[in-house]
């Protein structure tokens, strides 16, 4: 399992064209504020609900986890509120030891009782909260805390890469004495053992945060403090050129990439690579005719992935094509089997087609629907677009509607729309996270399609309590090679990760994700 991470980020080295390396050799910088933008803004503020960057970037500053990913050894695991930790020989039982004299930022003491509390939370969720993970916490039986320092929980079978998921960046410790009170305070409220403290959130301008004085890591933070800017994409750019901005963390296109480096290449430093981030289509099958599964069929067999790479690339952040596993990574379905799958096959004329007849076998004529879409720049926009031209070849008309965050997550959640693009952005590469919007809402609060296949949700659960490579590999290819033929959701493209960032920014390293190393807690300022 460990050998598996390992080699998917081998795959997924960045191709860094110019870096902060030279940072190694620096002692850090105590001082200064950190400025960045944000491109969307986040529909509330509990971490265990959301499954947005936009909360995130301005969010995970304040909040400790339990383990976190190693970013400078990425996908390493490393301690956060752990100081260390053992698994048992059969892979059920995880104890960790908790650092001591650990602080809330109103100033109460951290203990495992928070930790029981938080993951109980994500795990098992009381009425009315909701958790974004829930479906990878299955297998958990108990957590115990045989004192305030330890932390037991017991698994009722092994679960592949459980490590990783309580690396999870959204897995926020709050505080059990406050869930108690309102198991809801963390959507309105932020209370955690984080590096900086809350300053405050003008809603639509800036999120501010300032350093925890009582922060439990010797010597950090660096920073005083930091400032997001919401902001809409196109202001990315001219606010970084005016020094507004030192950076921009979720990534550019490539025209904004060209134009910063060219503009101001003494100021700004550039990185690239492969990204755990992909686009794809929901389709609401609890409305017809997307309840047939010839009509999804054809929707999907509309589109010209392959052809499309190449356009899209160089316009936007979408570049590859695979499925639900990032193309290259050490699960992932082979292209030579991708290619047999509906939507995937390289000759496009047969693939539409195709499409057409089945849609007048399912006797579905001059067929509208509507697009639901984020207003998010990149790469919503030119994914939405490209998907409304492919269906029109195929004689299908699809009303674009663009929403900010908040309603559009709203539309999914309550099933208020025809078809939706959605996303699937993860801090690693684990089929447990990637085909978490597949099942249906028994196993995942985050399957928003509506269909009912429990057969999808048994090969969902077998392949998490998998941790025999070979076998796992295997059931992961019957499971993607089920959901895009039943095409409840199907992929589109995969992104491809571009930042750029101002030179004195130190001790932040790029990885494929854009969810892990945000909590700043190493970063400095070189002025």
Known sequence: MRALIRHGAALATAVILASATGALAQAPKKGGVLNFSVVAEPPNYDCHA??????????????STLLKFDTANYPKVTGDLAKSWTVSADGKVFTFKLHEGVKFHDGSAFSSADIRASYERIARPPQGVVSARKSFWAALDTIQTPDAATAVFTFKQPVASMTEHFANPYNCVYSAAKLAQNPKYPETEIMGTGAFTFVG??????????????????????????????????????????????????????????????????????????WIGSLMLIFNTTR???????????????????????????????????????PGAELALPESELVKLPGFSKDIAASRAQAQKLLAEAGVKDLQLKLLNRNVAEPYTP???????????????????QLETKLYFDGVRNGTFDVAVEFVNDPNDDPTQQF????????????????????????????????????????????????????????????????????????WHFTPSHYVGQDLVDVWLDQ
Do not use: C
Request: net charge positive; glycine share 10%.
């Open 383 to 401: 994914a939405g677009v490209f998907v409304v031209d492919q269906l029109k070849r195929i004689g299908v008309n699809a009303a674009h509607e």
């Open 201 to 274: 959130h003008t809603k639509g301008q800036t999120w501010e945060g300032k350093r925890f004085d009582g922060y439990f890591r010797q010597g950090r933070p660096h920073l005083d403090g930091y400032k997001a800017f919401f902001v809409k994409s196109p202001a990315v750019v001219p606010g970084m050129l005016g020094g507004q901005f030192d950076i921009e963390f979720r990534g550019r296109n490539p025209a904004e990439r060209d134009q910063l480096m060219k503009q101001a290449p003494d100021r700004f430093t550039l990185q690239e690579g492969t």
């Open 288 to 326: 017809k005719p997307f309840d047939d599964i010839r009509v999804r069929q054809a929707l999907s067999l509309a589109i010209d992935r392959w052809g499309g790479s190449d356009g899209l690339s160089k316009i936007s952040i979408l570049k590859g094509v695979g499925g639900i596993q990032r």
């Open 436 to 507: 978490a919007k597949y099942p249906t809402k028994k196993i995942s609060t985050i399957g928003y399609s509506g269909h009912t296949d429990e057969k999808l949700d048994a090969m969902y659960v077998k392949q998490q309590g998998l941790v025999n490579v070979a076998e796992r590999r295997a059931a992961v290819h019957e499971l993607e090679k089920y959901a895009i033929t039943t095409a409840y959701n199907v992929p589109l493209h995969w992104y491809h990760r571009i930042i750029v960032g101002h030179k004195k920014i130190k001790g």
């Open 50 to 63: 959301s499954t947005t960057f936009a909360l995130i970037h301005p969010i995970a500053p304040h909040y």
